[in-house]
């Protein structure tokens, strides 16, 4: 994975390279209603719109993001619970309920109760 990132972006690095030698004209940025105005490069300019542009998107879409993230949080914390009251009730069933051999009386099965009927034979 790393070498198809690599082999991605050194062609990218050398367009923007290239960008730069081509576009170093001075370019007056001027913000009109400050009294700030400078000269920088023309590739700089343009790079940092793109930069300003990346940032801008980003920040939007992580903070649209959060109603998805909290709904994933949420959903975790009641996962973790739910795994918590299941490996309780395993623990519960697993646990032995009196002495081995033994059954309860309201657990017993009819071979354990005593025949109060008899079979008569015909």
């Known amino acids: 994975m790393k070498l198809l990132w690599w082999i991605f972006l050194l062609p990218v690095i050398a367009v923007v390279a290239a960008?730069?030698?081509a576009n170093r004209t001075l370019v007056?940025?001027?913000l009109d209603p400050l009294p700030v105005a400078f000269d920088i490069?023309?590739?700089a300019a343009l790079m940092?719109?793109?930069l300003a542009g990346l940032l801008t998107g980003?920040?939007?879409?992580w903070a649209?993001?959060?109603g998805k993230r909290r709904e994933v949080r949420r959903l975790r914390k009641n996962a973790k619970l739910q795994d918590g009251e299941i490996d309780s009730l395993r623990s519960r069933l697993a646990a032995p309920v009196g002495e081995p051999g033994e059954v309860p009386e309201d657990n017993a099965g009819p071979?354990?109760?005593?025949?109060a009927i008899?079979?008569?034979a015909d």
């Open 58 to 61: 980003g920040i939007s879409a």
């Open 48 to 50: 940092a719109a793109v």
């Open 111 to 115: 071979e354990q109760k005593p025949a």
């Open 64 to 66: 649209a993001g959060g």
């Open 118 to 120: 008899t079979r008569q």
């Open 41 to 43: 490069p023309l590739y």
């Open 28 to 30: 007056r940025i001027d």
């Open 19 to 21: 960008f730069a030698v």
